[in-house]
């Protein structure tokens, strides 16, 4: 679930960790998924990695990327959950994989496009390299701590998922307070 949660802030970060961890035979991965342990997996990875970190720093192309960004980590959280639940049937491990990992993936790459929309639109995008910074650096420990820690990471996406509630929700107020500010008639309205 930490994977597929990682896999909401940057699509490619926690595959690329999940297949090299594959490949140093440090986690198990599902037999059908063996490939993606392989130095093929990891070589392609490692490449669309850093062209997704790279694109991201670059205001306006980090919001065209948010438009397909849902259901990329969607996909990438799917993947991430199948490829370690092991020896379940497949009808569960897949069904496992789409509700976790997928919605996990979907709800934070949802809440980060929308944070990165009211970035853009509060700071013209001078705010969202340093958005887009962070998201990188926390799919990265998040990625980490769940190959080492996955108990933690579990911990970890629980108080993610309140923190971008809480910063959404504080966002979302000061915007709706500045619409307020430079409108007299939506005050009016309200």
């Known amino acids: 679930m930490g994977l597929a949660?990682?896999?909401?802030?940057?699509?490619?970060?926690?595959?690329?960790?999940?297949?090299?961890a594959g490949y140093m035979d440090w986690i198990p991965l599902s037999e059908n998924w063996q490939w993606a342990g392989s130095l093929t997996a990891i070589l392609v990875l490692t490449a669309a990695s850093i062209f997704e970190l790279i694109a991201y720093f670059i205001p306006y192309v980090d919001n065209a990327l948010d438009t397909i960004s849902i259901p990329l980590a969607t996909v990438a959280g799917t993947l991430a959950m199948v490829t370690v639940v092991g020896d379940l049937d497949p009808l569960y491990s897949w069904t496992l994989a789409i509700i976790a990992g997928g919605g996990t993936a979907a709800a934070i790459a949802t809440t980060t496009s929308a944070a990165r929309a009211a970035s853009t639109t509060m700071t013209a995008g001078v705010g969202n390299p340093v958005i887009s910074a962070l998201e990188g650096l926390f799919s990265t420990v998040?990625?980490?701590?769940?190959?080492?820690a996955p108990f933690v990471a579990v911990i970890l996406v629980i108080l993610t998922f309140f923190g971008i509630r809480k910063l959404y929700r504080k966002m979302f107020k000061r915007s709706s307070l500045s619409r307020k500010r430079n409108n007299p008639a939506v005050e009016e309205q309200s």
């Open 5 to 20: 949660a990682s896999a909401g802030f940057r699509v490619f970060i926690p595959l690329l960790l999940l297949s090299f």
């Open 142 to 148: 998040l990625s980490i701590v769940s190959l080492l």
